[in-house]
Each structure stands twice: as C-alpha cells, then as structure tokens.
C-alpha cells in the first residue's frame, strides 16, 4: 500500500473514531435532558447517569474486546448487523417506568437510563478500540494508540457542543432526530473501515497479530491499570460534588469535569510526549496546592477556588492517563488494555456514585482519591538534593524527617490562620512553605503523601471531621444538608450545597418567626398574609419544597396546607425536632414525598388557592419546575382565581424573563416582588413572582402592604421554556461567576 493511500485509511478510521465518540458524548447530555422532567437537577443524578453511561462503555469494551477474536470479516458482519439491529430503536425516547419509590431513586435512576440508551450506546462506545485493531491488522498501519487520543478528542466535542450549540436551538424531537443521522453516518463509515481491511489475513486481524506473541501480561500490571484508570474516573464525579456542595454551585458545572477528564486522554495518549510529561512534573506541586484544600468545607467559595479544583483533575487525570498510556501492551492486546481501562472508569463511578453516598456524610470521597492520585502519580524530584556531592544516604534520610517535622509545625500555624475571616497573606506564604518541603520531600513518597495530609487537615479538615463527628450534617441521594446552631445568635440553620434553606432562632419566643427568604415583607410572605383574605378562611395553600418549614408559620386556623418535598432526608429534620415550625404552626399539615411536578399532578383539579414554588437545589435550576408544562400542572391544581407563586432568588441564572414568557403564553397577570430587608441576620433578599389569572389578586397584594413595592417582570424570553426546548445558557450572569458567592 502506497503512503498515500495509508494516509487516506488513517484519515477513513480517525474519522470513524471522531464521528462515533462525537455521538456518544452527545447522547449523553441529550438523554439526561430528556429525562430532567422525571429526575430533577440534583448533582448525584447526573452521578447516576454517568455511572450508566461507565456500565455501558464497559459492556462495550467487554463486547469489542471478544469480537477481535473472531476473523475480521466476521467481526465486520456482527458489528455492522447489530447496530442495524439497534438503530430499530431510534429515534431516542424516554422508557416509560413507574415513578421509583423514595430512596430507590439511586438504582431507578440507572435502569431508566439503560433501558432508554442501552443498546445504541453499548455498541457505538465498542467501535473506539475496535476501529483501533482493524487499524493495526496491516503491516504498515503503525501505532494505533493515537487514534485514542482522537476518540476522547471527538468526545469532548460532542459534550461541548450540546449545551451550545445544540440545546439552545433545537428541540429534543429534532436532536433525536439528528443523533439518529448520526448514527447512519457512523454505520456508513464503520462499514468503508470494513470495507479497507476486508482483505487482511485472518492471522493479522486476530489478537495474535504478525508480529511476536506479546508477553503474558500479569495480575498486578494488571490491578495497576485498573488502578491508574479508577482514581481519576472517581475524581472527575467527585469534583463535580465538591464544586457543587463547598464552592461554586454554578449552572452547567458538570460539562467542565467530564471536559477536562476527555481532553486528559488526548495530551495522555498522544504521539508526541513532551506535553504529559510537563504535566508530570508539575502534578505534585498542584496536588499540594490546589489538592491540600479538598477538605475545606463551608458556604461558599470563590471562582479562583473552583479553576483551582478543576485544574487539579486535570493534572491528576493526565497524570494518571499517561503512566497508564506508558504500562501500555503490544498492540495485539489493545482490547484487554481498553477492557481494563474501562473496568477501572466504572469501578471508580461506583465508588463515587453509589457507594459514598451510602457511606459518608460528605463528599469524604473526593480529599480520598486525590490522596489514592498521590499514591499512584510519578514522583520525579526538580532538583534532586539527595545526590549533592559527599551527602550520606544516611544524612539524607535524617535530614528528610527534619524537613517533614518543619512541615508540620508550619501546618499547625496554618490551622490557626486558615480560621480566621480574612487571612490575607500569611495563609498563602504558609501553605507555599509546607508545598515547597512537599517537594523536596517527593524521594520519598510516603512523606510526600504525609505532607499533603498536613495541608489537608490545616485548610479546614479538622473542622470538617469536626462536623462530622458532631453528627451535624446528613447526605442523601439529592444533597448534602448542614445543620449548625449558634449559642450567639440563638439560631440554628440548615444549609444545603453553598445555600442557605433556611433558619430558626432558637429562643422560644422567636421560634415561629418567619426568617430568611420568607419573611413578612417577603412576596410570599405578603400572599400568604393574604390567604384567608382573598380566599376565606378555609384557604387551600400548597408549598412545592419543604426547607425547614419556615412557610408553615404563616398558617392560620381553618387553613389546609399540604408540602411536597422530593428528599425525605429534609423532611426528616422537621419530624425529630431540629426544626419545629411544622409541628408548632401546622402540625396537621400533610407532607407529600415525591417529585413535586409528578405529585402536583394527581391532585384533583382547583386544589389550591395559593401554591408555592420553592424547589431550588442549592442553586442549580429547577428546569423541569418551570416549562411550559410544569405550569400547565400548576394551573390546572390551582383554583380560578389562585395564586402562583414562584420563588425566582437566584446568584447565577436570570429567571424572570422566563416566567415574563410563560405568563404571555398563558395571559397571566404577572409581578415581582423584591425583598431587600436592611436585617441580613434574621432576613435575607428575596425575589418572588406572583401569577394570577385574576390581575385583581394582584392589586389587592399591593394594597394590603402599600409601602411593598411590586413591579413588572422584565421583557419576556424570546422561547418559551418547554420540556422539549429549553437552555438556561442566554439567562446566565456571567459576572456574577467571577464574584465571590
């Protein structure tokens, strides 16, 4: 074969691998998208639907790696028949299951995904390392390990361009519809790859190959690759629970962690390695600065925090990725090598997605894999201080513990300054020193580790293990919740990823005090002052978000109030007295557990006089709260001339012009109430929308407290909000992401 035509086969299978990787990582957050109506935003969904996606990958690494024993033309014949067979199921639609039960939604949410994608992902995630072994069968193919680098290279793409370019201007039907042409296109290419290699010997398409038999490869090469590929499959889930429960919780986060673990594998299995190997060098220098701050744990963060973390997977990921890349078998063992590879990724989704969850109270799995990255990552000293000329080993060692001793000491200093409200610089020096011995001490590898054990507990892990022991803080499949009680304020709050849900004064003569968001002068509090009213006595007030409970305070006798709260770990606090607004103001208040929009549903018609939309998850959106169809729900459940009420508080996502647009769809009077108390202890600004098909019931909320101010909402959004269209992306406040929360 001429040069020429070997580049033109190069070029046929590097776009095979491009188009069907692109595909597989669109499908991805296309599904998800599909499925937002019926799982909500919590960062553990997207968990559990990369844990599917990792089975899947695994299943069809498992499959490509058993077909490469078959002739080639033989492995063409199944492959190309059984995505025809799989195409049979397009385009995508959502697999219709019965809600799940609460507290099954960690397994309910995986079988939903699987059986919606299953087939067409498992054999498109085959065709990376297969297209790869039909490459190597000829001769003078060359390297096949590059081609992987473009596989992830495709992937990243596919991810990157559904949140933009793809959601904000297609509707769900017409993705599925498109993703299907792509799936044509692949089958199209997979069969001209075929078509390339029909004529190589049997012998060279086996896992023989032309060449010699490769050497057996052992258990503990073995247990090593699997390790090298779990840690950073496990970081990537973990970074996104981090980001969103101590630092930054902001909208589209998990594109960025998926992201950067894909291009991971493009700098990692590249040709050319002088890239990896820079990454290397610098990994321990970020495992101690960026890495020694895993443990913090509080109420917000900043974005120089969140780069920070973000960078750190990377380093770790290309780290990991390239020494795995450098264990790497004869090109006759391509497949087992993948098959590995994939096995690791899902047993560190595991570890991340289901497992901790169940075990920890916090995010206690991310300070862990990154310690496991430390275990695992090379060590190469940049100056290697051992070998100065007449140094004794001897010497060397005492001289290392000196080090590792000053480490210390230096780190007990940071403990106390990290406490305080401004550091300033001093925590910076501090932690520059201890890294800088970190380094000197990389020789010595258990010292290393000991050095980032020191950063980690100094910058906030005591305080971290300290909550934990005092039991103050409780993790469900939807979150993590923090209760804190303060003998200063006499209150006690409940915190939920980097937001506040709310607070009680502990005083009994506060007790039933509406604080927070929903204080009187609040829009809520104004309409719900107002209940009995404009509705009589026996007013019907539903509340979509339980919190803390704090609405329940404004209860009056006659009323019928029901809650919908989607986490019994919320609720929970409300039944064993950590909060008692519930049991003290409405005590006969029927609280509904499930999904708010499924449950709104089956109540009968007109149930409502005033219902209450207060469902955001530390400050991701609730999207499927507020399309077209989830106000469909809520009007039908509302009387006539009922109340909406939609809570629009938000740091990152402009709502109103969402709402302004469903209130145009549907001719409803529309206002904004916002709430900006000069009391930040005891109230906290507030936005609230109120909905009406009366407009008069809005007047008379602006008549009932005249010096409350309620305005129009801003211009309406271009789009409505549907299940099938909807991106968040055009109301995003980008500055506000450079600012601290």
Not at 695 to 723: G, I, M, N, S, V
Request: glycine share 8%; hydrophobic share 50%; proline share 7%.
């Amino acid at each position: 074969m001429t040069d020429t035509n070997q580049t033109i086969r190069r070029s046929l299978f590097v776009a095979t691998i491009l188009t069907g990787s692109f595909l597989l990582f669109l499908v991805q957050p296309m599904v998800a998208r599909m499925a937002l109506p019926r799982l909500g935003g919590a960062p553990n969904v997207w968990n559990s639907a990369m844990l599917v996606y990792q089975a899947l990958l695994l299943a069809g690494y498992g499959y490509a790696h058993w077909l490469t024993k078959l002739p080639l033309r033989r492995q063409a014949t199944i492959h190309i028949g059984l995505l025809l067979l799989a195409g049979l199921t397009l385009p995508i639609t959502l697999a219709q299951l019965p809600p799940p039960a609460p507290g099954w939604e960690a397994l309910w949410v995986p079988l939903l995904l699987g059986m919606t994608i299953g087939p067409v992902f498992l054999l498109v995630s085959a065709q990376a390392p297969l297209m790869q072994r039909w490459f190597a069968a000829h001769d003078g193919a060359g390297e096949p390990w590059a081609l992987y680098a473009a596989s992830n290279f495709g992937s990243f793409a596919g991810l990157i361009a559904y949140p933009l370019l793809v959601e904000p201007f297609l509707r769900l039907r017409t993705q599925s519809v498109g993703w299907s042409i792509g799936y044509g296109l692949l089958i199209v290419l997979i069969a001209l790859a075929a078509r390339a290699r029909w004529n190589t010997p049997a012998a060279a398409a086996a896992d023989t190959g032309p060449s010699a038999p490769a050497a057996p490869i052992g258990a503990k090469r073995i247990a090593l690759w699997l390790a090298l590929s779990a840690a950073p499959s496990g970081l990537m889930l973990s970074t996104t629970t981090h980001l969103t429960t101590d630092i930054f919780a902001m909208p589209l986060l998990w594109v960025i962690p998926l992201g950067l673990y894909l291009l991971s594998f493009t700098v990692a299995f590249a040709d050319r390695r002088q890239t990896s190997a820079m990454v290397t060098k610098v990994a321990p220098l970020m495992v101690l600065l960026a890495g020694g701050q895993a443990m913090a744990s509080g109420s917000g963060g900043t974005m120089s925090q969140a780069l920070a973390s973000v960078a750190l997977l990377f380093v770790i990921a290309v780290t990991l990725h390239a020494r795995f890349y450098d264990l790497r078998p004869a090109p006759s063992q391509l497949t087992l090598f993948y098959l590995v590879m994939s096995i690791g990724g899902a047993l560190g989704g595991l570890f991340t997605a289901l497992i901790a969850p169940l075990v920890f109270d916090w995010v206690w799995e991310h300070p862990l894999l990154i310690a496991a990255a430390a275990l695992l990552m090379p060590l190469t000293p940049l100056i290697d201080w051992r070998k100065i000329s007449g140094l004794d080993p001897g010497m060397a060692r005492i001289g290392a513990v000196v080090l590792l001793a000053c480490a210390a000491l230096l780190a007990w200093q940071l403990r106390d300054v990290a406490l305080q409200e401004d550091p300033g610089a001093a925590k910076f020096l501090l932690t520059a020193g201890i890294s800088l011995i970190g380094l000197l001490l990389v020789s010595w590898r258990w010292m290393f580790v000991s050095v980032l054990a020191m950063l980690l507990l100094a910058q906030g892990g005591l305080a971290t293990i300290s909550t934990s022991l005092e039991g103050a803080r409780t993790r469900s499949y939807f979150g993590i919740y923090t209760v804190r009680s303060s003998p200063y304020t006499k209150l006690r709050t409940l915190t939920h990823g980097t937001t506040l849900h709310g607070q009680q004064s502990t005083d009994p003569a506060r007790s039933r005090e509406p604080m927070t968001y929903y204080g009187p002068n609040s829009g809520i509090g104004i309409a719900l002052a107002q209940a009995q009213p404009l509705f009589g006595q026996a007013a019907n007030i539903g509340v979509i978000g339980l919190g803390t409970g704090t609405l329940a305070c404004y209860h009056r006798t006659g009323e019928v109030w029901r809650f919908y709260e989607i986490d019994p770990a919320v609720l929970h606090f409300s039944r064993n007295g950590t909060f008692t607004y519930i049991s003290q103001c409405a005590p006969d208040a029927q609280v509904v557990i499930g999904d708010a929009r499924i449950e709104v549903a089956k109540a009968a018609p007109g149930s409502f006089d005033v219902l209450a939309v207060d469902a955001f998850s530390s400050d991701a959106i609730p999207l499927h709260l507020l399309t077209d169809e989830a106000m469909g729900v809520y009007l039908r459940a509302l009387s006539p001339r009922g109340l909406l009420m939609i809570h629009i508080s938000n740091r990152f996502i402009e709502l109103e012009p969402v709402l302004a647009a469903a209130a145009r769809s549907r001719a409803l009077a529309a206002a904004v109430r916002d709430d900006n108390p000069l009391d930040h202890v005891y109230q906290t600004p507030s936005s609230w929308v109120a909905l009406s098909r009366d407009k008069a019931q809005l007047d008379a909320l602006a008549r009932a407290q005249p010096d409350a101010e309620w305005r129009p909402l801003l211009a309406p959004a271009e789009h409505l909000w549907t299940d099938d269209h909807a991106s968040i992306l055009p109301y995003v406040r980008w500055r506000h992401l450079l600012m601290k929360p």
